[in-house]
């Protein structure tokens, strides 16, 4: 259970690290996501991120079943 949980923090530490990285370059910033911002607030929703990070991800789990035939 502990190697679990420490493996758990890696990942999520290496994966907020990769985010932070590409949000740094850029990446997060594609045509389709909708950012309005007043004086004192902010909002974004990153709709066209979220399709092609479902895509992405619905591809590598259907990669991965496969070759475990």
């Known amino acids: ?9 890696i990942a999520l530490i290496l994966a907020g690290g990769v ?11 594609l045509p389709g996501d909708i ?3 007043g004086k004192n607030w902010k909002l974004y929703l990153p709709i066209t991120t979220s399709i092609l990070i ?3 991800l619905t ?5 991965v079943s496969f070759l475990r035939k």
């Open 1 to 9: 259970m502990a190697k679990i949980l420490i493996f758990t923090g």
């Open 19 to 29: 985010f932070f990285v590409l949000a740094k370059l850029g990446f997060f910033r």
């Open 35 to 37: 950012e309005m911002g």
């Open 54 to 56: 479902s895509i992405i």
């Open 59 to 63: 591809l590598i789990f259907w990669l």
